[in-house]
DNA sequence: CCCCTGACGACGC
DNA sequence: AGCGTCGCCAGGG
């Protein structure tokens, strides 16, 4: 948590590429539950310089870690597009839906009501 | 070292 | 409103 201000003094200064993979999950472990935010959201958040696709690279390499809810990390449009990569196709939307989040076809309802800014929540 | 490949996103047509 | 392109940047072949 308190880290994430410590990965932000870091990366004003300079960002360390080694690190980012903790920076991005820092971020997302932050992320209430019940909500969801995107890719894009927290490669802002951290900085421009790291793409959104670096933080799906990111959490692609966490898949072990189970600490990290990486399900509530999406695209930009709301769309489960890394169910994939999940240890079944549906847990992803199933994980989303126990917090109350209702998905139809891979696209989350209500997208705008549960999205989480960080550059916005966290300050 | 060059080329390809992405859990992405902005833009142009 | 969809689809194609391109920029993004770290790894792997």
Not at 27 to 46: C, D, E, N
Request: proline share 3%; with cysteine; charged share 20%.
């Amino acid at each position: 948590m308190l880290s994430v201000f410590m990965n932000m003094a870091k990366i004003r200064s300079k960002s360390s590429n080694a690190n980012f993979f903790q920076e991005v999950y820092d971020v997302v472990r932050l992320i209430p539950q019940g909500r969801v935010t995107t890719y894009g959201a927290i490669a802002k958040f951290l900085g421009t310089k790291l793409s959104a696709r670096m933080v799906g690279w990111a959490l692609n390499c966490s898949h072990t870690q189970v600490d990290i809810p990486a399900h509530r990390v999406v695209n930009r449009k709301g769309m489960l597009t890394g169910k994939h990569f999940f240890a079944t196709p549906t847990q992803m939307q199933e994980l989303l839906e126990a917090e109350g989040i209702k998905v139809i076809n891979d696209q989350i309802q209500d997208f705008e009501k549960y999205f989480w800014n960080p550059s916005q929540e966290l300050m």
